[in-house]
T-cell receptor, first 113, second 112 residues
């Protein structure tokens, strides 16, 4: 079974631009969550999608948004990029039922210059 | 407000000995706990989990202990191997909520 696939792996953007990151979950998994990892803040939860609906949301500004498609693939969008958005963005997939393990992708390293 | 804390940023252990990584939490609503291992520039790899109805879960060399009254969990790795060297994160979730709250991580170094 293929793991969680995130594209692209690396991205460099300019302040003020917007970016879209993609995540393909493990086959059969219906929940996709997004996390941001920075040296200062650690791993922080952005949001979770389940069956195309946002089920949970973290404490990030509205510039961070996401969506999930009928095939469970998910995209995350960040608009009006700031230097502080530079981070490793991680996607995790799980079956979606209570208390199941989440499996992470390799991440997308975003650098904002 | 850090709800999950790993107070030791680093730990060094000799190969073959036991590694004990600790994690404390403050939210009594957490009912599911997980440990992940992470290498730089890669996503976390799931290691082991435990539900709040248990106090111990074992998988090969990895054992997780949960002390609910102390709001404390620990990961034991026996015997430790050089390949175990990585950053270890504990994470917690509330029932019915699909988000994980992570600790800051502990960097384990296993020396040959």
């Amino acid at each position: 079974k293929a793991g969680v696939t995130q594209t692209p792996r690396y991205l460099i953007k300019t302040r003020g631009q917007q970016v879209t990151l993609s995540c393909s979950p493990i086959s059969g998994h219906r929940s996709v969550s997004w996390y941001q990892q920075t040296p200062g803040q650690g791993l922080q939860f952005l949001f979770e999608y389940f069956s195309e609906t946002q089920r949970n949301k973290g404490n990030f500004p509205g510039r961070f948004s996401g969506r999930q498609f009928s095939n469970s693939r998910s995209e995350m969008n960040v608009s009006t990029l700031e230097l502080g958005d530079s981070a490793l963005y991680l996607c995790a997939s799980s079956e979606g039922s209570l208390n199941t393990e989440a499996f992470f992708g390799q991440g997308t390293r975003l650098t904002v210059v | 407000d850090q709800q999950v804390k790993q107070n030791s940023p680093s730990l060094s252990v000799q190969e073959g000995r036991i590694s004990i990584l600790n994690c404390d939490y403050t939210n009594s609503m957490f009912d599911y706990f997980l440990w992940y291992k992470k290498y730089p520039a890669e996503g976390p790899t799931f290691l082991i989990s435990i539900s709040s109805i248990k106090d111990k879960n074992e998988d090969g060399r990895f054992t997780v202990f949960l002390n609910k009254s102390a709001k404390h969990l620990s990961l034991h790795i026996v015997p430790s191997q050089p390949g175990d060297s990585a950053v270890y994160f504990c994470a917690a979730s509330e029932k019915g909520r699909g988000k994980l709250i992570f600790g800051q991580g502990t960097e384990l170094s296993v020396k040959p």
